[in-house]
Each structure stands twice: as C-alpha cells, then as structure tokens.
C-alpha cells in the first residue's frame, strides 16, 4: 500500500498520541566487517582414474578406479534464530538514493533488490503527491545507484476507472527462466489496495497481466475485512504484496491486510502478514492458518513496538532459516522488527525488537522508518529501508542499514558412500574417508554407453552432499579365447618349486590376430580379474606354459586381450594323499537285515567309522555307490562335514540305506581312492 495513503492515518496517530518522542537511531558505520562470502563445497566431486590418478572420459572395461575429493566449506550460517540482529548499523552515507523530481517527486520508497548479471538492481516506488509509480535504480556495490530507463516508471499507473488507477507500488520481481515477473500493489480512487501482476523479458518493459487482480481482500475472512480509517472516505482497505520467494517451482508471498481493531482506543484496525502460494504467480491460495504475524493480544504481554500490527514484510532465505524485516507502527510512530522461521509460517519475533527506529537527530529519517527490502551480499545482510522526514510520510528517501550474520566452521568428512543410482546410495556401503585423493576400485553398471557413478559424504553425522561423474563405457568387440589348466587341482610338494607349491600346464588358444594384445595374467585365489601383469609372458596366439607356483590357496589364469578378459581357468592345490595303511573304513553290523533301521521294509542301517591321519582334515570324505562296480570320488553320499570327535579325519555315521544289493562304502582323499568297505544287506 502506498506511504503517500497512509498519511492522515498510522502516522497521524503518532502526532496526536506522541508523548516521549521519537527514539534516537542506532550508530552509523561507513561499512560493517566484510565476510567472505559464504564458501560452498564447489570443486567436492568423484572422479574416474586411472592407475596413475589421471582423469579418464572412457574406458573399455568395467572395472574403473574412483577418486573422491571433498571441498569443506570455510564457513556455514548460524541458526537465523542466534543472529544478534541488534549489531545493525546504519550507513554513514544515508541516504544512499534521493528523489529527482518529476515522476518521484519528493518522495521515494518501498525499495525491492534482485541479482542481475555482476549488478544489482533497485525497484522502487515514487509519489509526485498524486500518483505512486515503479522506477527502476543500479549498483555494482548495493550503495551507490543509478537510475536506469532515463529515469522514467518502468510501471505506470492503469486508466482512469480501472482497479490501479491511482497507485502502482510495493514492486516485487523475480526472473524465472528467461521471464521476469513483477507483482505489486494497485489502488482505485477509494483506495482498495489489490495485488497485480506483469511480466518481461527484459525487466525493464512491461507487460501487465489482463486478469489483473490476481489477488484482493476476501471479506468472509475476518482478518482481512478490516481498514485503517473509513473505506471511501480515506480510509484505506484491501491487501498488499511484502514479498515473495520461489522455491522448489512454487511461489511463496508474504503479504499484509487489515483486521479490524480489538482496541477502543485505536479505532483504525491493526495490521497483519499473511502467506499464500502459486504454481503460476496468478492463481493464488490463501494459507489458512492466516494471519501468520500479528500483535500479541495476549492480555499482559501486548508490546508497546508493534501495538498497530505487522506489515510490509521483506524476507530473506538462508541456509539455516527465513528472516523477515517489517514495519511495526505504534504510537511512537514506525519502526522496523524481525522475526526468524525455519519454514515461513511459524515466526519467532525478535526479542530485542525493534532493530531499526527513526532518529531525531537526522533531518533525513528523524520521523520514522519505513517500507523494508531485505538483500544478501556475502554473508552481510543489506536491510533497505525508506527513511522519512515528515510524519505524513510525504518526504521519504531510501536508506541502508547492515548486519553481518555470523557463522561457523563446518567439518571434514567421516565416510562416503557410492553407487551406479543415486537411489542405491541409501544401501551402498560406508568407507571411512580419510584424506582428498582417496581411491576406491569400481565395477560400472552393466551395458554399454554413458554410466554415471554417485558419490555421498557423510559430515557431523549427516549424509549431505551427493556428488555425480560420468564416463563413456565401450566394450572392445572381443575375439574368441579359452584356456585350461592340466592337471586341475594339482598335489602340493609335486613339481612345484617348494613342498607347499604344485605344478601345472597351462594351455592357451586364440586368434592368430590377437599377436600383439594377447597375454596370461594371474592372481591369487579367485579374486577381481587382473589384466595389468603378464605373469606367464606368452609371445604366441596359441601355446602352453608349467607353472610351478601353485599354493594351497589356488590362483586363476586371465587370458586377457587389450585388457579385456577372454577366459580364465582356477587352479586348486591339493595334499598329497596319506599312505593306505595309515587309513581305515569299517561298517557294523556288516551285512546287516533288511527291513531293521533301514528307511523302508526294502533297507537296513549300518554304521560306517573311518579313520586317516590329521593332516586329511581337507579333502577327506566318504562317498557311496551301489554294488561293487567301479569307484566313486565325486560325490559326498556320507557327507562327513561334522564327525562324532570334532574332527573330520576320524569318526562314525549310521546309514539306513543299504538295499539287498548292497552298498560300497570309499574312502577318499582329494578324490583319490585311499579304501573301500562293501555292506551287503541280507532278508
């Protein structure tokens, strides 16, 4: 609502009811401590390496190496509730903008501050004593200005009937995409008070919405349907925008109206902030839990700063919570409060309030404070505000007042985490992060293409940060390979260079074509492949090699082509077999009577013991097979996993299987027969 509409009215009350006189303003300061601006984790990223640590856009295996590193913030904001917000200090050089004249008259106002490009730019009202206009000022430093558009409105009032035929004010602009939209306050000749809406490309040209309003007072919500003197009659009425933020593809406005007055002795109504939201910056919806700031009526508690209400709400968003600078006009006359959020609808008010009140001393401001615009640059918070010499609010200039918002470090972080979808991050494994630079080795999502790996660092705690990376993954069309391992498993103590190694002969076979390219790597056990050693150092497309190092562990042989793998065979070392007459196996009763223990009518039961030296405990087993044909080592009929001692080189099992046929127990090491038992089973 327009300062010029308020004369007579708020600020009339502070001429008839002012008995102590204005409270002087705070200290003036050239400039208060420069914080660096608030250092982000820009540069924090995983990276895809090499084995040598240098960055890699493709690859042709899926086993990749990922490098993470973490940028820790210098600094974060404290909580916007522990700022010491009366450490606000107004500017030496105040008043940083004055009225020119003309269109502005002697009267300026209602300052509104975007980020555009590396400049800043001022949206503000302007009174020639009949009319409120939009005009349009730039800084590179937020305190020296320059009018832009030769100083002409950039937003004019509407025709003659129409619903802002009388003011345009309370400018608010934010660009969304390439568009740049403008609300503010229209007024008729009654002065109802109304939200518009325009919209530009450019920021500076105009174009107004045709539905405009896009929101007004509702009466059958009672806060709403209040005035400040009698409507028609110079009394004003209606809503007006404060500000608005747009979030997450929602537009969030604070903004004010008039309830009417609980108090005889203020007839005039007092004032409230209220929230609605938009998906379009047109079509609004009133929160219903409005107004969210008002005066306290607690009976006892009603402070004496804020006794007409809250209005003309700036609000900022930082990191740690929404601050709100506003006007709180009183019998004293205008003076400016905070109050803190951490989501925009319950507000805290600020204890030490208010922040900002008018000096006497100054000609400039010694009537009162007004009309709030809240900025940030770097971690100082830039509260504008209008500052009036005239209790009718018809000599208003533009001044600023500063208050820095502190912070606290931030820390390093404990653990990260990874995966090939950030919505596995949430079950991906922790690792301790230790040092910038760490590596971890990777496997890539399966398929071919594009593949983007996530990263997460878990600080205080808390996993934030999710950082991405992606590489060009094309496997090699790869050629056809095979190798093998003869004899597979081999005996420990034959052919190897030592009693705990073994021998084998590795044999190979490729494509005549792989020569160069072609090589057999090996590794211990049956772990990740390795294609970077050429352990057997073959020169041919097809051949065979010993090796003689084969340990009880195993170790498998990658025939690898460019360092992508063909083939690969396992290679297991096993004992040597016990001497036979070191080994028994007996099975009583032997034979044993059909249809006694056995599982059916058809079986019998007996019970089979053996015994081998202790250096069995691997590889022993006793299998069964029907008859007496043959031998049998490949399959654990017997199964003798957990033997009567605890030890499996010794022990007994009962067997309630044994047919009329018969049933020949072996006793076998390493798949080497060591002795064999036959139970008959007899009617």
């Known amino acids: 609502m327009p300062k010029s509409s308020e004369k007579g009215i708020v600020h009339l009350l502070a001429l008839l009811v002012l008995a102590v006189g204005i409270i002087g303003g705070l200290y003036l300061v050239t400039h208060p401590t420069i914080f660096k601006p608030k250092a982000s984790n820009e540069g924090t990223r995983v990276e895809i390496v090499d084995n040598n640590g240098n960055i890699i856009s493709k690859t042709t295996t899926r086993d990749v190496k990922l490098k993470f590193t973490y940028v820790v913030p210098s600094s974060k904001p404290i909580a916007v509730s522990e700022i010491n917000f009366s450490n606000i200090a107004k500017h030496t050089s105040n008043p940083i903008l004055l009225p020119t004249g003309g269109a502005e008259g002697d009267n300026i106002y209602n300052p509104f501050l975007i980020q555009k490009d590396d400049k800043i730019w001022m949206y503000y009202a302007g009174f020639d004593s009949t009319h409120d206009r939009i005009f349009l000022a730039e800084s590179s430093d937020g305190i ?40 503010y306050s229209g007024e008729n000749n009654s002065l109802e008070s109304a939200m518009g809406h325009a919209t530009s490309s450019d920021g500076i040209h105009w174009q107004k919405d045709t539905v405009n309003p896009v929101l007004k007072r509702d009466l059958s919500i009672a806060w709403e349907s209040g005035s400040l003197g009698t409507p028609g009659s110079g009394g004003l009425y209606g809503i007006s925008p404060g500000h608005i933020l747009y979030e997450d593809s929602v537009f969030t406005l604070w903004y004010w109206s008039i309830e009417p007055t609980d108090n005889p002795e203020f007839p005039w109504g007092t004032i409230g902030v209220g929230v609605a939201t938009s998906t379009n910056g047109v079509n609004w919806t009133k929160y219903s839990g409005n107004p969210i700031l008002r005066r306290d009526r607690t009976p006892g508690k009603a402070n004496v700063y804020d006794f007409n209400g809250w209005s003309t709400p700036s609000v900022v968003k930082l990191e740690s919570g929404y601050i709100m600078l506003a006007e709180t006009p009183s019998f004293g006359g205008t003076t400016l409060s905070i109050a803190t959020s951490s989501e925009g609808k319950s507000w805290q008010t ?16 010694k009537a009162g404070v007004l009309s ?23 000599r208003n200039r533009i001044c600023l007042a500063m208050v820095d918002i502190p912070t606290e470090p931030t820390s390093f972080p404990s653990h990260f985490r990874v995966a090939n979808s950030p919505a596995f991050l949430n079950f991906a494994q922790e690792h301790p992060f230790t040092m910038n630079g760490q590596t971890i080795d990777w496997v890539l999502s399966s398929g071919s293409g594009q593949k983007t790996v996530y990263g997460q660092f878990k600080v205080d705690g808390t996993w934030g940060q999710i950082v991405s990376t992606s590489i060009k993954f094309n496997p090699p069309s790869s050629p056809m390979g095979s190798i093998l391992a003869d004899p597979n498993p081999c005996t420990l103590g034959v052919g190897g260079v030592s009693s705990s190694h073994c021998s084998t002969t590795i044999s190979w076979s490729a494509p005549a074509d792989t020569i160069p390219g072609l090589g057999v790597w090996v590794r ?29 562990g195993g170790q498998t ?13 396992f290679v297991s070392a096993v004992s040597s077999p016990p001497p036979s007459s070191t080994t028994s196996i ?25 015994s081998a030296p202790t250096n069995t405990i691997q590889g022993l087993g006793v299998w069964g097979r029907s008859g007496t044909t043959g031998s049998n080592c490949s399959g654990n009929e017997l199964g003798i996993v957990n033997p009567d001692s605890g030890t499996p080189y010794r022990g007994s099992k009962p067997n309630p299987y044994i047919t009329a046929e018969g049933v020949t127990f072996d006793l076998c090491f390493n798949n080497t027969l060591l002795k064999s038992i036959f139970v008959d089973g007899r009617p």
């Not at 100083?151 to 009388?166: A, H, M, R, Y």
């Not at 600020?350 to 401001?365: D, G, I, K, Q």
């Not at 772990?527 to 009880?552: F, L, M, Q």
């Open 586 to 610: 007996s099975a009583s009763p032997n034979p044993c009577t059909l249809g006694i223990g056995g599982v059916s009518s058809s079986h019998c039961s007996t019970t089979i013991s053996w």
């Open 557 to 569: 042989f990658d025939l690898c082509y460019n360092n992508t793998k063909l083939d690969s065979v």
């Open 524 to 552: 211990d056990g049956i772990g990740k492949v390795n294609c970077s050693g050429n352990e057997i150092g073959i020169t041919s497309a097809s051949g065979s090699k010993t090796n003689p190092h084969i340990t009880n």
């Open 372 to 394: 709030p615009g809240l900025f940030v640059i770097g971690n100082i918070l830039y509260a504008y505000y209008s500052c009036g010499s005239t209790p009718d609010n018809t």
């Open 350 to 365: 600020y204890p030490n309030n208010p922040v900002l009140r008018a000096n006497p001393s100054l000609a400039y401001e």
């Open 144 to 183: 020296n200005f320059t009018r832009l558009n030769n100083g002409n409105p950039v937003l004019d009032i509407g025709p003659t009937g129409s619903w802002d035929e009388k003011h345009s004010n309370d400018p608010i602009v934010i660009k969304v995409g390439n568009n740049y939209h403008l609300w």
